[in-house]
């Protein structure tokens, strides 16, 4: 990614987002690295899309450290003349008890971001369905995503933006492997079952903690989730403490594993959908006149 716009250091920064901005090397080396791998991610997987000049993305904002860093980190490649898209913050209240409903409009209007917040109780819903001891986690998403979506279509907007990152894939990679006996992530574009509005992870390449120190540093009012987060003994976290233990033990571990994902093989797998292995047969073998098998 080029960087031919401004210093970071000027007065008052790009944006209000960023005017608690440290001005430490540390710090800008973090910033720089989000927003390059934020770029690279967006243009890998195509989430801008040539046809359409004029685009609005829905970014959902739960006020937890990744979708702080998310809101900041495309509006600076807004700034950047990098991201031509119109931007619309929302945060979807969910109903859950003792949520600070007046936290995140509060910090959207201090931070002159245009925003919708909507208040939708699925919390009674999920606290009504799902039986005690099992997690809430898969019907609060489910409901979560089709609010979003209705959100999205009244306002006009062509995607859904979410704060997954790196480390939320390779988890859900590995829970699928290990509990749902199947090779699947949570990929960086797709369609929803409609076809008409597209979800995109423009994190998928950023590690978690560089998004929690980067929403650290900038003092970020955190949100924390006392529904699904609260829950002890998730299988989420089960994995995330493995990998904590793999990457202590082999640091890089994770950023390994997460190249595996877009480095496959279909031929060295065993799914006859991806691959002809009943098609496959090698080159018939040549025989000379003096064989001694004529």
Request: with cysteine.
């Amino acid at each position: 990614m080029t960087d031919a716009s401004p210093a970071l250091d000027v007065p008052n920064d790009i944006h209000p987002l960023f005017n608690a901005a440290p001005k430490t090397t540390e710090f800008k080396k973090l910033r720089k690295r989000i927003i390059r791998q934020t770029h690279e991610a967006i243009d890998q997987y195509g989430m801008l899309d040539p046809r359409e000049p004029k685009q609005k993305w829905l970014v959902c904002l739960s006020g937890g450290k990744d979708s702080y860093t998310l809101l900041a980190a495309l509006y600076e490649l807004r700034w950047r003349g990098l991201l031509p898209v119109d931007l619309l913050a929302c945060n979807l209240d969910q109903g859950q008890p003792n949520f600070p409903a007046t936290v995140l409009p509060k910090f959207l209007h201090e931070m002159q971001v245009p925003h919708r917040i909507e208040y939708k109780d699925t919390y009674s819903i999920v606290m009504d369905k799902i039986p005690q001891g099992r997690t809430f986690c898969s019907l609060c998403s489910r409901l979560r995503r089709g609010n979003l979506y209705r959100i999205a279509r009244e306002e006009g907007c062509s995607a859904v933006i979410l704060g997954h990152h790196r480390d939320d894939i390779l988890e859900t990679f590995l829970m699928n492997l290990f509990h749902g006996g199947r090779l699947s992530a949570m990929p960086p574009k797709l369609l929803n079952e409609d076809r008409d509005l597209f979800v995109y992870r423009p994190l998928a390449h950023v590690a978690e903690a560089d998004c929690e120190a980067f929403a650290k540093a900038l003092n970020y009012p955190i949100i924390p989730c006392d529904l699904c987060g609260s829950q002890d003994g998730l299988q989420r976290q089960q994995i995330k403490q493995m990998l904590d233990t793999w990457e202590a033990n082999s640091p890089g571990r994770r950023q390994t594993m997460f190249r595996a994902l877009a480095n496959i093989n279909p031929a060295h797998m065993l799914d006859t959908n991806l691959f002809d292995f009943l098609g496959l047969s090698s080159n018939q073998p040549q025989f000379s006149s003096n064989s001694s098998d004529n």
